[in-house]
Every structure is written in C-alpha cells, then in structure tokens.
C-alpha cells in the first residue's frame, strides 16, 4: 500500500495536540500527561463486548471527545483514552475504535510485535495520549495509521479488547473486502488468515467494515484481489 502523499510535520502534530488539550477536562490531561508507571489494575476478566448495536450506539450516548484537524489528504486526530471505562472513540470523524475496559497492555511492562499479540500483559491504568492520521489511498479505500504503537490484552475466542470500525460503503457491500494490518514498512497482511478471530465483517445500513484488532499499528481496507 503506498504512503499517503502528505505526512504532517511535527509542528502540525504539536499544533493538533495544543488543540485537543483545550477542549479535554484540564484534570483529564493532566492524567494523562503523567509519566506511565508499572502500576496496573487488578487482573479481572471482564464481561463480553456489547453487540454491535449497543458499541454503535455507545458513539452517540458516550463518546468521547477528540480534535480532528484535517491538512491537505490526511486528517489527524487525537484523543484521550480512560483504560477504566469501555468507551468509543471518533476517528478522523467518520470512523470509530471502540475499547474494553483494560484493554490496553502497559508499553512499559510489555513487548510488541506479531509473536507478542496472544500474550498476557498488564494493563494500563492511567489515561494516555492517541493520535491517529487517516486518509484515502489511491484505490478510494480508508487507511489509519495510530501512535504509539501499543496492544491489547488477549481474553480468548472471538471476546474482544478492541475493534476497529471503517467507514467505507463500497467496501461494506463487497464480500472480498478486508482490513489488513500495514506494518510500518508498508506491507500489509490478511491476520485472519492465521486468527480467524481477526475475520472483516460488515454493517451495510450503516456502511461499515469492522474486524477485533490486537494492537495500534496502521490498517487499511483492500477490496478484490490482494496485489
């Protein structure tokens, strides 16, 4: 998958982040400014992720703000997570990620990389600072690409700690289309190939694409055959 045409600067990052904090609750930021510690909370196993209607409607009933700045092709967006609450969260203003309580593994007690996803990490217990850029490629398909990279605690069979939600009506009524994951060298792969707990599915009245996700890298819809 090629690289968007527009990468912003560090300053534009900067300027988005200055934006976001005085929209957010000064005591909120001020959670998640603090230096992430080894401290995690209890280890308990959390109920079943809401069905799809009750997470689509969470986004209405519970979202949570984000700043969203748009230059030229890529739109950046940057967000607070809480890790005590399950919560959905606007992406580029048109997508959605949605997060369990606990979901995220501590990036200071644990690795990353594809041998790491299925295993068991304490969780984050402060409030930490997302960014993420999106924008078009040039199939007309989504692409989103977070920071930093972190993920999310295993819980076994189809249970999900995240899920990411594409917006893209053509790939939603597509029966080929999938959400790769896109390293940061570029290259992108089918996981449900190895985890079919990873499998794309769709929500056409609503025009989404949606699969569980592991970890915060890039992904990318692709519809047809692979290249």
């Not at 689509?56 to 700045?69: F, H, P, Y």
């Not at 593994?105 to 594809?114: D, E, I, K």
């Amino acid at each position: 998958m090629r690289p968007p045409m527009f990468r912003p600067s560090n300053r534009m990052l900067q300027e988005s982040v200055r934006m976001s904090r005085l929209s957010l609750p000064r005591r909120s930021i001020a959670l998640a400014l603090i230096t992430v510690t080894t401290a995690c909370a209890a280890d308990a196993v959390a109920p079943d992720a809401p069905s799809l209607a009750r997470r689509q409607e969470s986004v209405e009933s519970r979202a949570v703000e984000t700043s969203s700045i748009t230059y030229h092709d890529t739109t950046i967006t940057v967000f607070f997570v809480d890790p005590s609450v399950s919560q959905s969260y606007s992406v580029g203003r048109i997508h959605k990620l949605w997060l369990r309580a606990g979901a995220i593994c501590n990036p200071l007690t644990s690795s990353y990389g594809p041998k790491y996803w299925d295993a068991p990490c304490d969780p984050l217990s402060i409030p930490m600072l997302v960014t993420a850029k999106s924008w078009i490629d040039a199939n007309g398909h989504p692409y989103i690409d977070f920071s930093p990279n972190l993920r999310f605690r295993p819980l076994g069979g189809k249970r999900a700690s995240a899920e990411l939600f594409m917006k893209d009506k053509n790939a939603s009524i597509d029966p080929t289309a999938k959400i790769l994951y896109c390293s940061s060298g570029g290259s992108c792969i089918d996981e449900s190939i190895e985890d079919a707990s990873l499998a794309t599915r769709f929500d056409l009245p609503s025009g989404f694409v949606y699969r569980k996700i592991k970890h915060f890298s890039g992904y990318n819809i692709t519809a047809g055959r692979l290249e």
